[in-house]
């Protein structure tokens, strides 16, 4: 299964005020879990001043998709009043590879649990709308070491097809490409046959 998912297009954040109370909810796409809980620890560190940092997160944990890791915390909430409802609108819209993290700077007055829920449900909301939803192809990671000989055919190659790569020199070239899922295969046997099977390929 290597079909094509909803993400968001870009990072945005989005504010509004509730009876005195601030929210801002903070989008972006992500590719693995390790970089949704860099974004939640990263606006946790940018809003450190904030009443709350209310994380949520659907992230894919194999490139076919079907493992999904979905997260929320409530973040010093009443239980189920924050993160559950900011991971049922990534649900609601079938969004993937996503994190959002909802910034709260509390304004005197309670909202009540129901508040929370609408609050924390819009914070997500008009965030995923300022950023655009677009639809992505699953993509992997593949990890290519060549000798400097055969760095310059490989490095053609993967610009030649368009893949995003980086390239690290040391006593041999390390490249990283991000390849879509249905063209990893093919990209593989190109280059191994390039390099006449002298590039190690994971």
Same mark, same amino acid.
């Given at each position: 299964?290597?079909?094509?998912?909803?993400?968001?297009?870009?990072?945005?954040?989005?504010?509004?005020?509730?009876?005195?109370?601030?929210?801002?909810?903070?989008?972006?796409?992500?590719?693995?879990?390790?970089?949704?809980?860099?974004?939640?620890?990263?606006?946790?560190?940018?809003?450190?001043?904030?009443?709350? +940092?209310?994380?949520?997160?659907?992230?894919?944990?194999?490139?076919?998709?079907?493992?999904?890791?979905?997260?929320?915390?409530?973040?010093?909430?009443?239980?189920?009043?924050?993160?559950?409802? !900011?991971?049922?609108?990534?649900?609601?819209?079938?969004?993937? +590879?996503?994190?959002?993290?909802?910034?709260?700077?509390?304004?005197?007055?309670?909202?009540?649990?129901?508040?929370?829920?609408?609050?924390?449900?819009?914070?997500?909301?008009?965030?995923?709308?300022? !950023?655009?939803?677009?639809?992505?192809?699953?993509?992997?990671?593949?990890?290519?070491?060549?000798?400097?000989?055969?760095?310059?055919?490989?490095?053609?190659?993967?610009?030649?097809?368009?893949?995003?790569?980086? !390239?690290?020199?040391?006593? !041999?070239?390390?490249?990283?490409?991000?390849?879509?899922?249905?063209?990893?295969?093919?990209?593989?046997?190109?280059?191994?046959?390039?390099?006449?099977?002298?590039?190690?390929?994971?």
């Amino acid at each position: 299964m290597t079909d094509a998912y909803a993400t968001v297009a870009d990072a945005a954040t989005a504010s509004f005020e509730v009876q005195g109370s601030e929210f801002l909810g903070h989008v972006r796409p992500v590719e693995s879990v390790e970089a949704a809980e860099a974004f939640v620890d990263r606006v946790r560190e940018n809003y450190a001043d904030a009443t709350h +940092n209310v994380p949520a997160y659907r992230v894919r944990t194999d490139p076919d998709g079907e493992f999904l890791r979905e997260y929320s915390s409530d973040d010093g909430e009443p239980s189920g009043s924050a993160g559950k409802p !900011a991971l049922s609108v990534l649900e609601g819209q079938d969004l993937e +590879n996503v994190a959002v993290v909802i910034t709260r700077y509390y304004g005197g007055t309670n909202l009540g649990v129901g508040g929370l829920v609408r609050a924390y449900s819009r914070a997500v909301k008009d965030a995923v709308e300022a !950023a655009g939803v677009a639809e992505r192809e699953p993509h992997e990671r593949v990890a290519i070491d060549v000798a400097y000989d055969d760095s310059g055919t490989v490095r053609s190659i993967l610009e030649s097809e368009g893949h995003e790569f980086e !390239a690290s020199y040391d006593e !041999a070239v390390a490249f990283e490409v991000s390849v879509p899922v249905a063209a990893a295969e093919a990209l593989r046997d190109r280059i191994r046959s390039a390099t006449s099977g002298r590039a190690e390929i994971e």
